[in-house]
């Protein structure tokens, strides 16, 4: 199926760590060549520079670090350092760090005609009007066996035990913060991914964009 190129089409991935959203977003942008932007690891970013810069951050100093974020620069394992980890979710509550990547994703998505976009507030500030909005779910205990797999991949010695401790708490402060929480927005689609396998979850999803395309006839099948 293709969609034309001038045609603009927008997906928002929301949902809590591990849930599956960004392997889904990948997959979704793959299939129909769609760009793709991972909004957390914007935050991630802000964190690894706040952590090279003796942990001390300030407006001044975020607005400097965005200004310099260019998708090759976003392309490094540091990234996913549990230090970094952490952290992105504790500036991510500041509204000044907020408001500068909020320009940057703007940014981003302006310049792309067909987009996926994943993070946590995607459909409910970054792209309030997506064509498909999409909550991705999952029960605790699949994140965190799935996050494991990942931590073993890099050699880690960190137990299942931890990590889900870990997920909890990120999830906590992403939820319950005051500035643009984790929430179910009205008219997203919920896509529980706990029992679902890469197969599974490939044919779910080709089919809830095909049919939202069908829907605004951007494609024909
Ligand atoms: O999605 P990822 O785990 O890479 O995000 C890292 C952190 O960045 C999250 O825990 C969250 O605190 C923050 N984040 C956010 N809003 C987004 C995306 C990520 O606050 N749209």
Do not use: W
């Given at each position: 199926?293709?969609?034309?190129?001038?045609?603009?089409?927008?997906?928002?991935?929301?949902?809590?760590?591990?849930?599956?959203?960004?392997?889904?977003?990948?997959?979704?942008?793959?299939?129909?060549?769609?760009?793709?932007l991972?909004s957390?690891?914007l935050?991630?970013?802000c964190?690894?520079?706040?952590?090279?810069?003796?942990?001390?951050?300030?407006e001044?100093?975020i607005k400097k670090i965005v200004k310099s974020i260019?998708?090759?620069?976003?392309?490094?394992?540091?990234?996913?350092?549990?230090?970094?980890?952490?952290?992105?979710?504790?500036?991510?509550?500041?509204p000044f760090v907020r408001n500068a990547l909020k320009s940057f994703q703007k940014n981003f998505i302006k310049k792309?005609?067909?987009?996926?976009?994943?993070?946590?507030?995607?459909?409910?500030k970054i792209?309030?009007?997506?064509?498909?909005?999409?909550?991705?779910?999952?029960?605790?205990?699949?994140?965190?066996?799935?996050?494991?797999?990942?931590?073993?991949?890099?050699?880690?010695?960190?137990?299942?035990?931890?990590?889900?401790?870990?997920?909890?708490?990120?999830?906590?402060?992403?939820?319950?913060?005051?500035?643009?929480?984790?929430?179910?927005?009205?008219?997203?689609?919920?896509?529980?991914?706990?029992?679902?396998?890469?197969?599974?979850?490939?044919?779910?999803?080709?089919?809830?964009?095909?049919?939202?395309?069908?829907?605004?006839?951007?494609?024909?099948?």
């Open positions: 199926m293709k969609i034309t190129k001038k045609i603009k089409f927008k997906i928002s991935a929301d949902g809590s760590s591990a849930s599956g959203k960004t392997t889904a977003s990948k997959l979704i942008a793959k299939k129909f060549k769609m760009r793709f991972s957390g690891i935050y991630r970013f964190a690894l520079k706040t952590i090279e810069n003796n942990n001390k951050y300030n001044k100093l260019t998708l090759k620069k976003l392309d490094n394992k540091k990234l996913y350092n549990p230090d970094v980890t952490r952290l992105s979710s504790i500036i991510a509550k500041k792309s005609g067909l987009v996926v976009v994943e993070g946590r507030d995607i459909g409910t792209m309030p009007d997506a064509d498909l909005k999409l909550f991705f779910t999952c029960s605790i205990k699949e994140k965190a066996k799935r996050r494991l797999k990942e931590f073993k991949k890099l050699n880690s010695s960190i137990n299942l035990k931890e990590v889900k401790k870990a997920l909890k708490l990120r999830d906590f402060h992403d939820k319950n913060r005051k500035e643009s929480p984790l929430l179910f927005t009205k008219g997203a689609v919920l896509v529980d991914t706990t029992k679902l396998n890469l197969t599974q979850m490939r044919v779910k999803l080709k089919n809830l964009v095909k049919k939202e395309i069908n829907k605004k006839k951007y494609g024909s099948l």
